[in-house]
T-cell receptor
Framework: QKEVEQNSGPLSVPEGAIASLNCTYS??????FFWYRQYSGKSPELIMF????GDKEDGRFTAQLNKASQYVSLLIRDSQPSDSATYLC?????????FGTGTSLTVIP | DVKVTQSSRYLVKRTGEKVFLECVQD?????MFWYRQDPGLGLRLIYF???????EKGDIPEGYSVSREKKERFSLILESASTNQTSMYLC???????????FGSGTQLSVL
């Protein structure tokens, strides 16, 4: 049983559009959630983290957490070609850190 | 900012060689991790450590061992490298549980 599920994509959006990335998980215990961006051949870099239900905004990025429905999402507004990358969803239970397999995003100029 | 340094960006080794991958973090983090990443398989945890001289097996520890003699350094050892260990190896550190992971730049290992 996978701990974190992501649609592998690829997801393509035109420049300036909103990209929506989703992630579901199976454990209802206390945990925190993270979104990492990974460019090809590079290591993951943290974009957002969220601990509480609701929305958290940082610039063009918004993370949304719904614990009742067990999903977390990342919205990227005004998508840019430089946003083209693989986005990894991750959750931490305090003892373990679980990663999804990532969603590939392409922003078309 | 936290810096996690992996000793090599690219490494080419022969089958049967003993391989050492070094990772050093500079922010006094408690926890350190070794992952490997392969296309379509995502990040898979090999070993992790919550304290000096402590180590825990991850999901795929077979063929690997680790060493953490000092808090800032976590080494991954391939006892006898095999071609199926060709992969991107990523080290990460974490202040403590619940916190974000900081990744090193990765080591692309090729075993011929």
């Amino acid at each position: 049983q996978k701990e974190v599920e992501q649609n592998s994509g690829p997801l393509s959006v035109p420049e300036g559009a909103i990209a929506s990335l989703n992630c579901t998980y199976s454990d209802r215990g206390s945990q925190s959630f993270f979104w990492y961006r990974q460019y090809s051949g590079k290591s993951p870099e943290l974009i957002m983290f969220i601990y509480s239900n609701g929305d958290k905004e940082d610039g063009r990025f918004t993370a949304q957490l719904n614990k009742a429905s067990q999903y977390v999402s990342l919205l990227i507004r005004d998508s840019q070609p430089s946003d083209s990358a693989t986005y990894l969803c991750a959750r931490s239970t305090g003892n373990q850190f679980y990663f999804g397999t990532g969603t590939s995003l392409t922003v078309i100029p | 900012d936290v810096k996690v340094t992996q000793s090599s960006r690219y490494l080419v080794k022969r089958t049967g060689e003993k391989v050492f991958l070094e990772c050093v973090q500079d922010m006094d983090h408690e926890n350190m991790f070794w992952y490997r990443q392969d296309p379509g398989l995502g990040l898979r945890l090999i070993y992790f450590s919550y304290d000096v001289k402590m180590k825990e097996k991850g999901d795929i520890p077979e063929g690997y061992s680790v060493s953490r003699e000092k808090k800032e350094r976590f080494s991954l050892i391939l006892e006898s490298a095999s071609t199926n260990q060709t992969s991107m190896y990523l080290c990460a550190s974490q202040l403590q549980g619940w916190e974000k992971l900081f990744f090193g730049s990765g080591t692309q290992l090729s075993v011929l």
